[in-house]
């Protein structure tokens, strides 16, 4: 298939975009570059031996993405394109709900015009809202506690819709749970910009001396050791969802939860991460932060079933790898 990738440049794109190249599979990436760097490319062909086209649009832009369209024969299309910045989308909504939104918007705008039907969807975990665990697709979704979030469960209805009303249209809903870890080859991983808002980045970067300490938010929650419990998914698992998501769409809408199934407590992971990499990871204990839930973990049954895919990779294993990219990371 020839799959147009919104995003391709930043963490998870580039990575899936890696496992569509090694299935066979010929590529297209769409990237405005707001949070991600045009080197990774170059890294991408280094690993795969693979060239890639690459387009420097802002999705938001509905000629530009047009003139993709008419310029190649498209079978699919995985979306990524997006802000992810909870805190940020909470000071600046407007701006998360344009680009999230509109990019969306535009994009299936342009499929149904030039009869593209495949369409893959990068939702998160975060629509559960406050659902108790384990999390599964059939649940009814509660609202989230943030512009992002909202941006997220409001792009996942409005293509749902979108799908009911165009029989043709095949729609892979893939809700991540917490991707980590980095390419095994350690030449591309999670480098955002900025101080950390996720916590692997975060351990990567104290570890290195980056950063002093870690701040753990709160120890106080109803999980095994108090602190907070997620579902952590080694982030090349969740780029061979994506392909697996790809090859089996049929018309239709298709929600799956990508995670590993397990929980594993934020104090958990940093102990992994000390045992994987033989080094230290100082840590305080804060208070917990606004929005934060305590557990958060997918029930993966309908991916398995469905899909035939399960994430492989192990905690020691993402943090090993994400280790090795910080290592090799230069700004
Ligand atoms: N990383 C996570 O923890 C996580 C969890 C759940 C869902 N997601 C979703 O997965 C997707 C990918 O996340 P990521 O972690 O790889 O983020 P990322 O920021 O590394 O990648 C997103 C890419 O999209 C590009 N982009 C943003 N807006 C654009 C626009 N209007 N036009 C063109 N390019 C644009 C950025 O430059 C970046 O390269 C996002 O939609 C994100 O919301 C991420």
Redesign the pocket.
Known sequence: MQVLV??G?????SHTVVSLLEAGHSVIV???????KIETLDKIKQITNKDIIFYQ????DESAVENIFTNHSIDGIIH?????AVSESVERPLTYYY?NLV?TLVLVKVCQKYNVNRFVF???ATVYGDNKVPFVESMNLFPTTNPYGETKAISERILIDITKANPAFSLAILR?F??VGAHESGLIGEAPNGIPN?LMPYVTQVAKGKLNKLRVFGNDYPTTDGTGVRDFIHVTDLAEGHVAALDYLTAGTHIYNLGTGEGTSVLELIHAFEVANEIKVPYEIVERRPGDIASCYADTTKAKQELGWVAKRDIIEMCRDAWRFEKNYKE
């Open positions: 919104t995003g440049v930043g963490y998870i794109g769409v990237d405005n570059l707001v949070n991600s649009v802002d999705v938001t990524f394109a997006g802000l992810k680009n990019s990068s939702s998160s991540y917490n991707p996720n």
